[in-house]
């Protein structure tokens, strides 16, 4: 996974922002970043440091312009037993 300087997913060229987090299972929800400006339906969602599920399309170009890198990412701590509750 990669992102730009402000912090978006960057995925074949376009941007997500994330709207949602599901910390249990360690899923982020993204949508593309010209959700409101240009009604754009294109989303994904990731699970720890891969793409889990890509939806919709894009309706306008990818931005021109990206600064872009591979942060280091923490692995998501492991789940507890139901034996442990």
């Keep these: 996974l990669t992102y730009d300087d402000r ?3 960057v995925h074949e060229g376009f941007t997500f922002s ?5 910390p249990g299972k360690c899923l982020a929800f993204w949508r593309c970043s010209m959700y409101k400006k240009m009604h754009c339906t294109s989303a994904l969602t990731t ?7 890509i939806r919709g399309f894009h309706n ?4 021109e312009r990206l600064k872009t890198f591979v942060p280091r990412v923490l692995d998501c701590p492991p789940r507890p ?3 442990d509750y």
Excluded: M, T, V
């Design 7 to 9: 912090g978006k997913l």
């Design 18 to 22: 994330c709207y949602s987090r599901n």
């Design 47 to 53: 699970h720890i440091k891969s793409i889990k599920s």
């Design 60 to 63: 306008h170009k990818p931005p």
């Design 81 to 83: 037993h139901k034996e």
